[in-house]
Every structure is written in structure tokens, then in C-alpha cells.
């Protein structure tokens, strides 16, 4: 499948008591098919929010979300259906996503049977050629999550969200809890099958080094706002909101 195009507008996400401030304000956002877009912001913007709102995981107060030609939250099974073959998700926390009754080789394979793509022995091969694109080595094919290391788990995560060639892939920081070096190598791999298969990217980052490295365009979140957003040149090299100044000036300190 390749990339997928998303269209958000006016999107306003509430909280459960009414008189709260909503979690997401009025969000419009156009990401074209194939782009590699970044989201960041302090804690509590809304940056996961927007990444659940797409995957039709929390109710939405009013606005409009598209994904391809599939609207969110999908109406119908077979809508359903095809939008979960259609958005892969990548969690930060990856030990706590993974069944824990599961191998590395069931987990990954659980998503070939899900959407149709393989079945039987064809489905666990499968997944075992996908762990090994990862580096996941054959003698942890059959162990469970709580039997791996976190950047293991980490990488049976992005096996099993890129397995069924996603349009989409929502990124959630995905790399946090790694030290940087294994960060480098698991993103790298993630970007580069997306940039294989051409699908579209919205990724969670930490940090600005990863946007940087990793992203074309850049949005900004403040609570639950778009402060800004353009390429990430203009953006981190030339930022015109002061909280997208405050976030640089963050990072920079030592």
C-alpha cells in the first residue's frame, strides 16, 4: 500500500467533564500522501490526542478526519476494517502494547492474519522474515514480551505496524526509553522501509535532533492548539511563535 494523505479540520477533542478545556482546540491539519511530518510540544499538548483522534480511539467533539478516502471514526465494519489495515501505529510503550501471552513471531503474525494478507505457516514465515528486517535475532523469534529487552520489544513493535505496508504510520515517540544509539539505528530503519514503500509518517518526537534528521515538515502543539507549523527548516532555524522558541530554547540548555 503506499501513502495515504490526512486531512484534519477544525478538529475539537473534549475532555470527559464539560466545563474542562478541551484537549485538542479547532486543530486543521492538511499532511500530503508520503511526507514525513513531526509533532511536537510540552507534555500535555495534545500530541498523542491527535495520534489516538486518528486512529478513531477517542470521541470527537466536532471537525472532520480523513485518511486517504476513509473517514475517522469509520462508519461501518468493512470501514473499520480497511482503516486499520490502512493506519499503523507505533506506541511508546511498546512492552506494555505487545499481548504478553504472545512471542515476537505470534504478535507479528496475529496482524498478518488479522488483515487478510497470510495464514498458517505462511503468516508465521512471514513474520519471521519481518523480525529479522528489524534485528530481532532468530533465538528471540519465540520469546514473549516480558523475555525481551525494551529496544527489542521496541522493534517487535515496528515489525508487526509495518508488516501489513501500511499508508500511514503514527509514531508515538517511539524511541524515548532507548539510549541514543539504538534510537539512531530502529528510526532509521523505520524511515527508510517508509521511504521504500512510500508511506506517510506523523511522528511523536522528544526531541528537536530527531525532527531534524528525520522530518520534512514540523507542526507545533500548545495546549491543544496548532502554534505553528511549516518545513523544519523554517521552523526550528526561523521560529515565529514564542513557545516554538521556548521548546528550541529547552533543548539548548545544558
Do not use: Y
Not at 495464514?119 to 525481551?148: K, N, T
Request: aromatic fraction near 2%; charged fraction near 20%; include cysteine.
Amino acid at each position: 500500500m503506499s501513502g495515504v494523505p490526512v486531512d484534519i479540520r477544525g478538529l475539537t477533542v473534549q475532555r470527559r467533564l464539560p466545563d474542562e478545556p478541551p484537549i485538542l482546540r479547532a486543530v486543521s491539519l492538511s499532511i500530503p500522501a508520503g511526507s514525513r511530518h513531526g509533532l511536537i510540544g510540552a507534555s500535555g499538548s495534545g500530541k498523542s490526542t491527535l495520534l489516538r483522534a486518528l486512529l478513531g480511539l477517542v470521541p470527537v467533539g466536532s471537525g472532520g478526519i480523513r485518511v486517504g478516502d476513509l473517514g475517522v471514526p469509520a462508519p461501518d465494519r468493512a470501514s473499520r476494517q480497511l482503516l486499520a489495515r490502512t493506519v499503523a501505529w507505533i506506541p511508546q510503550d511498546a512492552v506494555g502494547s505487545l499481548d504478553p501471552c504472545m512471542t515476537a513471531r505470534e504478535a507479528v503474525a496475529e496482524g498478518l492474519r488479522l488483515h487478510g494478507i497470510a495464514a498458517g505457516r505462511d503468516a508465521s514465515r512471514r513474520a519471521a522474515d519481518h523480525l529479522v528486517r528489524v534485528g530481532i535475532p532468530a533465538d528471540a523469534f519465540d520469546r514473549r514480551p516480558g523475555e525481551l529487552s525494551g529496544g527489542q520489544a521496541q522493534r517487535v513493535a515496528v515489525a508487526r505496524a509495518l508488516a501489513a505496508e501500511p499508508g500511514l504510520v503514527l509514531a508515538d515517540e517511539p524511541t524515548s526509553a532507548l539510549d541514543p544509539l539504538v534510537q539512531a539505528r530502529l528510526l532509521n530503519l523505520l524511515f527508510d522501509h517508509c521511504t521504500a514503500s512510500g508511506a506517510t509518517v506523523l511522528l511523536v518526537a522528544h526531541t528537536l535532533g530527531i525532527v531534524r534528521r528525520f522530518c520534512d515538515v514540523v507542526t507545533v502543539l500548545h495546549d491543544g492548539s496548532i502554534v505553528e507549523t511549516g518545513p523544519v527548516s523554517d521552523v526550528l532555524d526561523r521560529p515565529a511563535h514564542e513557545v516554538t522558541r521556548a521548546l528550541i530554547a529547552a533543548e539548548l540548555q545544558p
